[in-house]
């Protein structure tokens, strides 16, 4: 069995944010509990769960940043949210949390840019996600946010040297308690490298 239709996971996150938000007016929680049930319910049964995860990520944080954009949500309670529904949700399923740690942050910077939000605030708010998640499913903080810190970078870098300054000072040094440390250079591995 493969994962089921992206476009329908989709709208499917993306009502029941709208309507968890609405409800409860607590962003945070209502971005935990869509996100961990959405990865969920489309990954059960799922042979190739590894290989559907990605862009299952991808989808999903999409549809949330879009619908938190559309209700004025803060952003970085959203990533936090998303990130820590994301890695229970993977918990759950078998994918491993440090790589989906790396894959929410990169979609929830992307798709923060492409709202127009504040991406470094996004960023800020997948590494605390990552820490929140780690700590509660007992993966290694550290290796969480460092693989968050740098999906984050990896996104930026496709925006350009001052989007990637933004997020490295949002999401590099100490973050709840957990130093932050990411590989270097990001600089000429990316589209930013190609311009002038």
Known sequence: MIARNPTSVVESVKNGMMEAIEGAGDVST???DAVSKTIVKALEGTTDVGGAAGGLISNTIMSTVEAAHSLGAEIGATAR???????RGAQLVGVEAVGAARDTAHA???STVATG??????A?????GAIEGAEELGVD???AAAAAATGALEAADQVGNKAMDSVRKAVVGTIRGVKVVVAEPFRGTG????RS
């Open 81 to 87: 949210g998303g990130m820590v529904g994301v890695l």
């Open 117 to 122: 939000g504040d991406f470094a605030r996004a």
């Open 30 to 32: 209502a971005t935990v």
């Open 108 to 110: 929830l910077v992307s």
């Open 141 to 143: 903080a550290e290796r």
């Open 124 to 128: 800020r708010g997948a590494v605390e």
């Open 191 to 194: 589209p930013s490298a190609w």
